[in-house]
Structure formats: structure tokens, C-alpha cells
């Protein structure tokens, strides 16, 4: 458990439970990882320092490839000796087996369900949906249940990665869960990072180690609150929340939370209403020493009119009012603060020596999907990111191929992150340039049977189709980031709580005939998507689904291509629906049954 640590670590093969067991001499911990009929290497049990290449092997079963995983248990009236049961009994038997299938069925019905005419795509989106699952973790008697940053191998002469908590993540991955309609779990997960706020200054935490508990996590360690860039998408996460799910009690709830996010929020803002980097912390680039960033600035016009929104819905007119004048200050300056007239580019930040970033990364976009520059900006911005330049085969160089700082191999200077490729993808279609976007979003199926299905890398070489040295085997927002970008962009969906409403703005590939998108647990409905205009409606078939209250139903349709849509809801009461498209508008209420709109 990085990075506290505890003496005297043994490791032993146990043929009897055919795996390895951890001990450590208080009993405190231990653990057996279990791999049935598999041939092994003999652990190396030294006091002396070990060559670096000293590792163990395993050689799974092909009959049975799977890897368990075991908490075991000293038995108090025999000291080293363990009760190794509940690991037996779980070799044993086959109903763990069952249980993974059953458990993965439950986990891909419980949401909203996409099926299209790619098998590959629709193989992919359900390994991102397990993958997303597989993130969640607890650590009940400690910390708590969240989604962890991802799994990798403790790599030599660096700390492991990254299977502890990062509330950035934990955002991004909440939103792919809300996409899906998971609704508990991303409560949970807010609930999970308002936790651990700075009481004191309303600061929003970056990392929590699984093994926090142990040591001095926030006094000794450099990692827990560094990151300056994570409490305006905090406030966002929660409006974006109540936006969806029209939740006005888990909003009073976290009432106190916000108004401390939003007072530190304030506190970094210098006199032209836009924020700054405190000396001693980072923003979203940690590699350099940062006065201030794009996408920072941009999510602080965004974090005060949402909490605008919010404030309003709590009944405090005034803190509305305010934050909407703050708002509209950082968005005055915005422009020109962070477009180079002279060059006709973006700057993506600016040193603390004052000086503009000359390289030319991903930032703007954070300006693109917020509306922040002007059309013509926007268009330079998108034209720029859909050339060589920032385009690789595999997705979206994080700065592009001609800057002076292009590295290829660098972790952050020239490589690929799916994460950010995803957003890139996203903000093509929500700037309706679907064949853009389409191709970009695509580069991204490889990545997931790249290492195990579903568990995209962290970031791959600008140059090669590679993982990058320090990349991991699976980043939570990378697939989560894919899933997203899928629901709201390819599909187009919105579900509006708030005003009881669904958006549907499909923009489809140009070679598919149909599509499907079903609503999960909290929004019952069979959305079908038909390029043929003879093909046929949903077949509506009965519920039990209740919702509150009237539900409006919106579409769009491509704005290249014509295509015929059916849904089917159900509620209780008569549900409005109105057509968007330029050649007709109607209305027309009905109750579990199919409209070709």
C-alpha cells in the first residue's frame, strides 16, 4: 500500500492453495493471490538487497486463466499460521464463475445500453461500461467506496500507479457513469471527494492513497492538495449532477461544500477576473511552473455560472447575482488573455516570468466546448486540431508535431492521451463536424484490446503506435472518457431533469443504417435510429417505470443526414414531444407507445 510500508514482508507459494501467500510479521495484513494448476517461480525471501530484475512469474492454467484475489486472516491462537478458508473454498468452487457473468450482465443492463451495426464498437462500449465498474473500489473501514485512478505494475525506481484516489479522475469517471444513468454511484462518488475537502480553505484534494490512513498523508506528502485546477470542475460536477437528476436534496446536502469551493474558487482570482496559480501549487500541466492557465480560466467562467444556478435553486438570489457578475468579468478578459492576435493562435497558459506558452497544445478546447472564442477562433482552433499536426493514426498529439516542444516520447509534451482524445472527438460533434469527429473518436477502438479488454493505456508515443515508457495498462478516465464522449456526442443525448426533458441529436457514421440507445434504471425509454424512411417503429411493450411529472422529448436530426427516429417512453402522465427540425414542428402526447418523429 504506497507508500506506507511495513517490515519483514514474506511471499510463499502454497501448493495446497496452488498461490502465493503475503504475510507480514504483526498479522496485521495478508492477502493470497490465487491462480489455479499454474507453474511458478519459487519467491526470493532475502535480507539482502535484491537485483532489480528479481521478480516472480506466473504461468497461468490455459483451461482456467484467471487470477484470484484472497483476504486472509491470522489465527490469533497460532501465531503464523492463517486461516486460509474463504480462499480454499473460493478454489474450490465454481460459482465465482457464475457470479462474474451475472455480475457483468447486471452491470451492462443497469445503464443506458447502445447497440450499433459495428460489432467493434459495440464490443468496445460494453468493455469500457466493465472497465468503469471494475474502477470502483472500497476500502470501507478506512477511506470508502470511489473510483480509483487505474491499475498498473509497481514499476522499478518509481512508485506504483495508480490504484488510490484522484478526485480529477473521479470526476471524469463520474460522468461517464452519469451518462449511463448510474446515478448512485456518482452520488456516492461526489459524496466520496466532499469528504476529504480542505475544511479550512474549501480547497478540492488531488490524491488519496489507499494507505492514507497509515501515515502522515497531507502533512508529509507532497500529492493531497496541489492541484489548483480540480475546485472549479467540483462546483460543474455537481450542477452537471442536478442537471441530470433534478436531486434538490443531495444539493442541499452539499450546499456547505460548494460555498467553500466556491470561496477558494474566488481567492485565486487577480484583478482582471481571471484566476492565478498559487506559488506552490500546480495547475493541470505538471510539468512546468505555471502563472496561469487556459483551461483553468475557462472552467472558473463555467464554475461561476453554475454556481449561479445552483445558489439560485437554493433561494440565495444575491450569491446568484454575484456569481453571474463574476462570470461575465472572466469572460470580458478571456479573449484577450489567451488569443495571440499577432500569431492568430491560442495561448494555452502563460509562465510565472509572465511570458506566454509558445507551444501549441489541447487546451483550447476547454475555450471551443464552452463558447469562449469567437466563430471564426473556433473554426481556426478546429481546423488546426483535425490536421497532421495534432493527428496520429491513434489519436490527438497532446501538442502538435511542429511546436519547438514536441516530444514524441515525453508523458506530456507530443503523446497521445485517449482522455483527451475523447474530449477533442467530443467538441467535433458538439461543433457539428461529425466526420471529424467520427474519425478521431474511432482511433480510440484499438486501444481497448491493446492490454485487457476494455482497460485502455494511459497515454501512448506521438510517434509510434506504442505505450508510452510511463504509461499504465489501464487509466479509469481513459475508457470512461471514450464512453462519454460516446453518449453526448456520437449520440447526442441530454437528459434534462431539471425541466423533465431528453435530448436526442444522433450525428451518425455515413455507413450505418441504424442504431439503437436504451435508457436504464432511471429513464425507461427505446430510442431506434433509421436511415431508411420505410423502416418500421419501436415495439413498445408494458412497464411498471414511474416517473414525476411530464417529460418532453427533443430530437434533432444530423445536420448531413436524414434519418427517421422512434422512441418509446413511459410515465405516468402525457409526454409532450417536440420536433426541432427546420421542416415541421408538432407536438403530440402519448404513454408507452412509439411516434416516428
Given at each position: 500500500m504506497w507508500p506506507a510500508a511495513i517490515g519483514s514482508q514474506e511471499i510463499r507459494w502454497d501448493n495446497a492453495e496452488s498461490g502465493y501467500l503475503l504475510t507480514e510479521p504483526t498479522h496485521q495484513f495478508a492477502a493470497a493471490v490465487l491462480?489455479?494448476?499454474?507453474?511458478?517461480?519459487?519467491?526470493?525471501?532475502?535480507?539482502?538487497?535484491?537485483?532489480?530484475?528479481?521478480?516472480?512469474?506466473?504461468?497461468?492454467?490455459?483451461?482456467?486463466?484467471?487470477?484470484?484475489?484472497?483476504?486472509?486472516?491470522?489465527?490469533?491462537?497460532?501465531?503464523?499460521?492463517?486461516d486460509m478458508n474463504d480462499a480454499r473454498r473460493l478454489l474450490q468452487s465454481s460459482t465465482w464463475q457464475q457470479e462474474k457473468v451475472r455480475h457483468s450482465d447486471d452491470v451492462l443492463s443497469s445503464g443506458i445500453e447502445i447497440d450499433t451495426p459495428d460489432s467493434e464498437v459495440n464490443r468496445a462500449l460494453a468493455w469500457a461500461v466493465l472497465a468503469l465498474d471494475q474502477a470502483w473500489f472500497c476500502n470501507d473501514d478506512l477511506l470508502d467506496c470511489a473510483y480509483v485512478g487505474g491499475y498498473g505494475p509497481s514499476r522499478r525506481n518509481r512508485r506504483p500507479q495508480y490504484a488510490w484516489f484522484f478526485a480529477g479522475d473521479g470526476m471524469i469517471d463520474?460522468?461517464?457513469?452519469?451518462?449511463?444513468?448510474?446515478?448512485?454511484?456518482?452520488?456516492?462518488?461526489?459524496?466520496?471527494i466532499a469528504k476529504y475537502q480542505d475544511p479550512q480553505t474549501g480547497m478540492i484534494w488531488h490524491e488519496l492513497s489507499l494507505s492514507a490512513p497509515y501515515v502522515d498523508w497531507r502533512g508529509k506528502y507532497p500529492y493531497m492538495f496541489v492541484h489548483a485546477d480540480l475546485t472549479y470542475p467540483y462546483i460543474s460536477t455537481i450542477a452537471d449532477y442536478v442537471h441530470v437528476s433534478n436531486d434538490r436534496v443531495f444539493l442541499q446536502e452539499l450546499w456547505p461544500s460548494v460555498q467553500k469551493a466556491f470561496i477558494y474558487g474566488r481567492s485565486l482570482?487577480?484583478?482582471?477576473?481571471?484566476?492565478?496559480?498559487?506559488?506552490?501549487?500546480?495547475?493541470?500541466?505538471?510539468?512546468?511552473?505555471?502563472?496561469?492557465?487556459?483551461?483553468?480560466?475557462?472552467?472558473?467562467?463555467?464554475?461561476?455560472?453554475?454556481?449561479?444556478?445552483?445558489?439560485?435553486l437554493m433561494g440565495q438570489v444575491q450569491a446568484a447575482h454575484e456569481a453571474q457578475q463574476w462570470s461575465e468579468k472572466a469572460r470580458t478578459s478571456f479573449d484577450r488573455r489567451y488569443w495571440d492576435e499577432a500569431r492568430n493562435v491560442p495561448i494555452?497558459?502563460?509562465?510565472?516570468?509572465?511570458?506566454?506558452?509558445?507551444?501549441?497544445?489541447?487546451?483550447?478546447?476547454?475555450?471551443?466546448?464552452?463558447?469562449?472564442?469567437?466563430?471564426?477562433?473556433?473554426?481556426?482552433?478546429?481546423?488546426?486540431?483535425a490536421s497532421w499536426r495534432f493527428e496520429s493514426d491513434w489519436g490527438t498529439r497532446s501538442i502538435a508535431a511542429d511546436a519547438p516542444g514536441y516530444d514524441p516520447t515525453g508523458y506530456a509534451h507530443g503523446s497521445v492521451w485517449a482522455v483527451q482524445t475523447a474530449s477533442?472527438?467530443?467538441?467535433?460533434?458538439?461543433?457539428?463536424?461529425?466526420?471529424?469527429?467520427?474519425?478521431?473518436?474511432?482511433?480510440?477502438?484499438?486501444?481497448?484490446?491493446?492490454?485487457?479488454?476494455?482497460?485502455?493505456?494511459?497515454?501512448?508515443a506521438g510517434d509510434t503506435y506504442h505505450p508510452q515508457q510511463e504509461s499504465i495498462p489501464e487509466q479509469t478516465w481513459s475508457s470512461a472518457a471514450f464512453l462519454s464522449a460516446a453518449v453526448r456526442g456520437l449520440f447526442g443525448l441530454d437528459i434534462d431533469g431539471e425541466n423533465g426533458a431528453i435530448s436526442i441529436a444522433p450525428q451518425l457514421p455515413p455507413d450505418w443504417n441504424h442504431a439503437s440507445l436504451k435508457g436504464g434504471p432511471y429513464w425507461l425509454f427505446d430510442s431506434r435510429f433509421h436511415v431508411r424512411p420505410e423502416s418500421g417503429p419501436v415495439q413498445c411493450s408494458r412497464s411498471d417505470w414511474r416517473r414525476r411529472g411530464p417529460l418532453a422529448v427533443r430530437s434533432a436530426a444530423s445536420p448531413r443526414r436524414a434519418h427517421s427516429?422512434?422512441?418509446?417512453?413511459?410515465?405516468?402522465?402525457?409526454?409532450?414531444?417536440?420536433?426541432t427540425r427546420r421542416d415541421r414542428a408538432r407536438a403530440a402526447g402519448f404513454h408507452g407507445t412509439a411516434r416516428r418523429l
Open positions: 491462480a489455479l494448476n499454474a507453474a511458478h517461480d519459487e519467491p526470493l525471501n532475502s535480507p539482502h538487497k535484491l537485483l532489480q530484475r528479481a521478480e516472480v512469474a506466473v504461468e497461468l492454467d490455459a483451461n482456467s486463466p484467471e487470477i484470484l484475489f484472497a483476504r486472509v486472516r491470522a489465527i490469533t491462537s497460532n501465531e503464523g499460521e492463517f463520474l460522468h461517464a457513469a452519469l451518462a449511463r444513468g448510474e446515478l448512485g454511484r456518482v452520488r456516492d462518488e461526489i459524496r466520496f482570482i487577480d484583478n482582471d477576473g481571471l484566476p492565478r496559480i498559487p506559488e506552490g501549487k500546480e495547475g493541470s500541466d505538471e510539468q512546468e511552473p505555471l502563472s496561469d492557465e487556459l483551461g483553468l480560466s475557462a472552467s472558473w467562467v463555467t464554475a461561476c455560472r453554475d454556481y449561479a444556478h445552483l445558489a439560485e494555452d497558459a502563460y509562465f510565472r516570468a509572465g511570458n506566454p506558452a509558445t507551444d501549441r497544445g489541447l487546451a483550447a478546447i476547454d475555450a471551443v466546448t464552452r463558447n469562449l472564442f469567437s466563430h471564426e477562433q473556433t473554426k481556426q482552433v478546429l481546423d488546426s486540431l477533442v472527438a467530443e467538441a467535433f460533434w458538439g461543433a457539428h463536424r461529425p466526420d471529424v469527429a467520427w474519425e478521431i473518436w474511432r482511433k480510440l477502438l484499438p486501444w481497448s484490446t491493446l492490454d485487457s479488454p476494455g482497460h485502455m493505456h494511459e497515454v501512448l427516429l422512434s422512441i418509446c417512453l413511459w410515465s405516468p402522465n402525457a409526454i409532450s414531444h417536440q420536433d
